[in-house]
């Protein structure tokens, strides 16, 4: 199945609605979404749209709802699950921790990054692929969609949704400075780089930069996640090494 034929049902849709499911579904591999109808997928972003167009600063949006199935009955029938919230490290494998626990079976994850402009009422006024900021203020957020097999009654769809709230409690206080660590390894990488080429045809000590320049920017591409950062000062040499920490220069769990 293809994003296109997804996509054709939205075509006379509002502008600001298209632009987030080109968004949405541009930010999905094919096998996230190639085993629903397009209908199926359809409803899935309508639904998606209502819960998440209206999210304030650090709010999680979460709600979950039971879907009838093509045939009756509990086997047949799924929970259906969204998560909105900043884009934050650890939200995947947290959430479907939390599922395990309830001994349910995930049977579609969807997860796109969507980069959202917001007004302040928290209402979407802009949205784009992940990364994308055509508009100041605009900021990556995660739109996930989860769906477990079996339908599970009101009383405990609430119980879910307080419980997953919890743990997304949990994964901005540990992230809450994901962004910056982030910008500070480029400022890392962007210092050493400027030195290696300074370093260019000089005999030195520094050969090794392009490892460590190469090294740091795979942890800065996604491939690691980043708790915490902390900026020192050294003074004297040898013997008289010594080291303290510079104030205001600590970030996430330090």
């Known amino acids: 199945m293809s994003r296109e034929k997804i996509l054709k049902k939205f075509q006379n849709s509002n502008a600001l609605f298209k632009d987030f499911t080109n968004a949405f579904m541009g930010g999905l591999q094919v096998e996230e979404f190639d085993e629903h109808a397009p209908e199926v997928i359809a409803t899935m972003l309508e639904e998606a749209w209502e819960v998440g167009k209206k999210r304030s600063g650090s709010d999680v949006v979460i709600e979950a709802k039971v879907v009838a199935g093509a045939k009756k009955g509990w086997l047949h029938e799924k929970t259906r699950l969204f998560v909105i919230s900043p884009d934050r490290a650890f939200i995947i494998d947290s959430i479907t921790a939390a599922l395990h626990t309830r001994n349910l079976t995930i049977r579609t994850l969807m997860h796109p990054v969507l980069s959202v402009v917001r007004d302040g009422k928290g209402n979407v006024t802009s949205v784009g692929p992940r990364d994308a900021k055509p508009e100041k203020g605009a900021e990556n957020e995660s739109w996930l969609i989860v769906e477990v097999r079996g339908a599970v009654g009101a009383a405990q769809c609430r119980e879910l ?94």
Do not use: P
């Open 161 to 254: 949704e307080k419980q997953l709230s919890a743990v997304m409690v949990d994964v901005l206080a540990a992230t809450h400075d994901w962004q910056k660590m982030r910008e500070e390894l480029k400022r890392a990488i962007s210092e050493m780089d400027a030195h290696r080429h300074h370093k260019i045809g000089k005999k030195s000590s520094h050969d090794s930069l392009d490892e460590y320049v190469a090294f740091l920017q795979y942890l800065h591409d996604n491939n690691f996640t980043l708790l915490g950062y902390r900026e020192y000062e050294f003074t004297g040499t040898d013997a008289n090494l010594g080291s303290k920490i510079v104030k205001g220069k600590s970030l996430g769990l330090f």
